[in-house]
């Protein structure tokens, strides 16, 4: 893989942490201790908040995944190791990691 495609992986990396951050700094809100209060707010109501809640604290776990993921693949490309299939050794066809920049297995080893 040359320099150029290595900078346009780097791009395309910064980006979607970029969005990951964006993502969490929306999604704060969503992971707020539901209030029990009845009063305010009834128990359906309540529950869905709880629901909505749970969704949230998901979907960051999620987002926290990729991001170390994609932490992962810009240390592999540090290492000189982007690209290539962490089992087999062959390289990762390019295709595939312009979908997903943070894979490490080719499309025979991922199958498996």
Do not use: H
Request: charged share 35%.
């Amino acid at each position: 893989m040359n320099d150029e495609t290595l900078r346009d992986f780097r791009t395309l990396i910064g980006a979607r942490l970029s969005d990951l951050d964006d993502e969490d700094a929306l999604g704060q809100a969503g992971k707020a201790t539901v209030e029990l209060d009845q009063q305010s707010v009834g128990r359906l109501s309540r529950m869905d908040a709880l629901q909505n809640q749970a969704i949230a604290q998901a979907t960051g776990a999620r987002r926290t995944a990729e991001r170390q993921r994609l932490v992962a693949a810009l240390k592999r490309m540090d290492d000189g190791e982007f690209g290539y299939c962490e089992e087999c050794g062959d390289e990762i066809a390019e295709a595939r990691l312009r979908l997903d920049p943070a894979a490490t297995r080719c499309v025979d080893c991922a199958r498996g």
